[in-house]
């Protein structure tokens, strides 16, 4: 079992849409979770970071933790051609520890 | 923009070279890891640099060493290279704060430099 799992995709949605990514991971020691969005060929932005359970928000983006269950999803609304991008999901076993990393989504947003 | 760098940018090499790869930390961050991400993939963390001390190693070889100085500016130097060598190379600075130590904050955060593009022939 992979340490953090993401669906590969391609993930399509149209524009407007809202788009739904999701991740799991295996160590419930985990304690930070983070998304980053990569274009290709470039190098991985930080989008999100969360750490308690529960929602939060920033502009078009929602991130989702459930620690009982050992997942963690990102929601983007009014998805924008510009979102086309694989979304990583990483996580922080220890504070200061390194970054697990999933092997990202791909997200393709349709005019 | 980041404010995290790194050089250079595209790199050939031929296997059984070495190679060193140079990243600077932004602006008052004093921990820096590297990460290897191969095509299609997630990155890979390499190893750690805390107050110029490796403070945390992935599943990477000997071959993989580094190197960081007073200013947190750091080097990722690979020898005897092989053909799946050939990835992505991402630095990535965190700032000053927990490194180990709770609570979590935002420290935690690490931001990535543009990548150096290394291909083994």
């Given at each position: 079992?992979?340490?953090?799992?993401?669906?590969?995709?391609?993930?399509?949605?149209?524009?407007?849409?809202?788009?739904?990514?999701?991740?799991?991971?295996?160590?419930?020691?985990?304690?930070?979770?983070?998304?980053?969005?990569?274009?290709?060929?470039?190098?991985?932005?930080?989008?999100?970071?969360?750490?308690?359970?529960?929602?939060?928000?920033?502009?078009?983006?929602?991130?989702?933790?459930?620690?009982?269950?050992?997942?963690?999803?990102?929601?983007?609304?009014?998805?924008?051609?510009?979102?086309?991008?694989?979304?990583?999901?990483?996580?922080?076993?220890?504070?200061?520890?390194?970054?697990?990393?999933?092997?990202?989504?791909?997200?393709?947003?349709?005019? | 923009?980041?404010?995290?760098?790194?050089?250079?940018?595209?790199?050939?090499?031929?296997?059984?070279?070495?190679?060193?790869?140079?990243?600077?930390?932004?602006?008052?961050?004093?921990?820096?890891?590297?990460?290897?991400?191969?095509?299609?993939?997630?990155?890979?963390?390499?190893f750690q640099?805390?107050?110029?001390?490796?403070?945390?190693?992935?599943?990477f070889?000997?071959?993989?060493?580094?190197?960081?100085?007073?200013n947190?500016?750091?080097?990722l130097?690979?020898?005897a290279?092989?053909?799946?060598?050939?990835?992505?190379?991402?630095?990535?600075?965190?700032?000053?704060?927990?490194?180990?130590?709770?609570?979590?904050?935002?420290?935690?955060t690490?931001?990535?430099?543009?990548?150096?593009?290394?291909?083994?022939?």
């Open positions: 079992q992979k340490e953090v799992e993401q669906n590969s995709g391609p993930l399509s949605v149209p524009e407007g849409a809202i788009a739904s990514l999701n991740c799991t991971y295996s160590d419930r020691g985990s304690q930070s979770f983070f998304w980053y969005r990569q274009y290709s060929g470039k190098s991985p932005e930080l989008i999100m970071f969360i750490y308690s359970n529960g929602d939060k928000e920033d502009g078009r983006f929602t991130a989702q933790l459930n620690k009982a269950s050992q997942y963690v999803s990102l929601l983007i609304r009014d998805s924008q051609p510009s979102d086309s991008a694989t979304y990583l999901c990483a996580v922080n076993i220890a504070a200061g520890n390194k970054l697990t990393f999933g092997g990202g989504t791909r997200v393709l947003v349709k005019p | 923009e980041t404010g995290v760098t790194q050089s250079p940018t595209h790199l050939i090499k031929t296997r059984g070279q070495q190679v060193t790869l140079r990243c600077s930390s932004q602006s008052g961050h004093n921990t820096v890891s590297w990460y290897q991400q191969a095509l299609g993939q997630g990155p890979q963390f390499i640099y805390y107050r110029e001390e490796e403070n945390g190693r992935g599943n070889p000997p071959r993989f060493s580094g190197l960081q100085f007073p947190y500016s750091s080097e130097n690979v020898n290279l092989e053909l799946d060598d050939s990835a992505l190379y991402l630095c990535a600075s965190r700032p000053p704060g927990t490194s180990g130590r709770a609570p979590l904050s935002s420290t935690d690490q931001y990535f430099g543009p990548g150096t593009r290394l291909t083994v022939l």
